[in-house]
């Protein structure tokens, strides 16, 4: 089975300690009960009911949620007539919703040098008939990784958003990202005109950065939604833009591009986090970020942009050459 790749710098700067990285997995075929079990199993933990729709696991990593997709339910309720009694209508579908909604497993923030641990869980999982992207026509299931970032400052902040820029086509394919994902309103890829703004700032303030996040970008709906981390460093900024119940700060990004492909037999979670690792490369290699983003700005053409699919090609070359 894959190991989980070491990005270029593995403490945070201010603590010293190992940067930890928050994982969600998005599947179906399971009931929230029997997905909690699973996780105990795999880590040891001690699962328990907070609702029909909220289970935990406590463990000695931290405490799993395991959840049904809440809001799914609401708008399938909605479809479908149901009274106004939704907590004991859920209860009463919790068994029938393993084949049409959605559950989510959220790890809490592990330890980059203890991400093995995730093995077991999508093993355990996918032995009891969970089935991930390729299974859901509406669902459009999804890896969500939640990593912390090595310094809050500016720099480095700027310095991964590029990285992520300039590589977000390249990582569509590298990810091999479904068709239904693509065509959904989740994972939005930065615009062109975005992209090229963001390439050339030189030395932003963190408030020039949330601004002009938050001008092109007013959603949390992003392949790289930069939202948490902004609310973290800025909360009173974001939240005069977008008021939403569901964002939460945390001092990550919020990386939401890779499928979930967790009934696949060969498949694990380091597959798409060591995709997501070119990213941390790349942002820790300034000389090459800079003559990146320059080939980009060059690329790009008044009206036309910048060929997508030329620049995937020339991105796949350039990395071999410089980041292998």
């Not at 699962?47 to 049904?68: C, H, M, R, T, Y």
């Not at 912390?148 to 590029?162: C, K």
């Amino acid at each position: 089975m894959q190991t989980f790749e070491q990005p270029p710098q593995q403490q945070n700067a201010e603590s010293g300690a190992t940067r930890q990285v928050g994982f969600e997995l998005e599947f179906s075929a399971l009931d929230v009960a029997s997905a909690a079990e699973c996780v105990a199993r795999a880590v040891s933990g001690s699962p328990f009911a907070k609702s029909p729709a909220n289970w935990q696991v406590d463990a000695s990593l931290g405490s799993f949620k395991v959840e049904i997709d809440w809001d799914f339910l609401q708008r399938l309720a909605e479809e479908r007539g149901a009274q106004a009694n939704k907590e004991a209508w859920l209860d009463s579908l919790s068994n029938a919703a393993a084949l049409v909604v959605p559950v989510e497993v959220i790890c809490p923030p592990i330890a980059l040098d203890e991400l093995d641990v995730l093995n077991d869980i999508v093993e355990a999982l996918r032995g009891a008939g969970a089935l991930g992207t390729d299974e859901s026509m509406i669902a459009a299931y999804g890896t969500h990784i939640n990593p912390e970032l090595p310094n809050l400052d500016a720099a480095t902040v700027l310095a991964y958003m590029q990285s992520f820029a300039l590589l977000q086509w390249w990582l569509v394919e590298q990810h091999h990202v479904n068709t239904t994902r693509k065509l959904s309103p989740y994972i939005d890829l930065y615009s062109e005109s975005y992209v090229c703004k963001l390439l050339q700032m030189d030395s932003p303030t963190l408030a020039t950065l949330i601004d002009d996040y938050l001008e092109f970008n007013p959603s949390r709906n992003r392949a790289l939604d930069m939202l948490p981390l902004f609310c973290e460093l800025d909360a009173e900024r974001v939240k005069k833009v977008i008021d939403d119940k569901k964002l939460k700060a945390r001092p990550t990004l919020h990386y939401r591009l890779p499928n979930c492909r967790i009934d696949v037999a060969d498949w694990s979670l380091a597959d798409e986090w060591n995709t997501y690792c070119v990213i941390e490369r790349l942002a820790n290699r300034p000389k090459a970020l800079q003559e990146l983003a320059g080939k980009f700005l060059a690329a790009h053409r008044p009206m036309l942009g910048v060929a997508r699919k030329d620049w995937i090609e020339y991105v796949s070359k350039w990395l071999k050459e410089n980041l292998a």
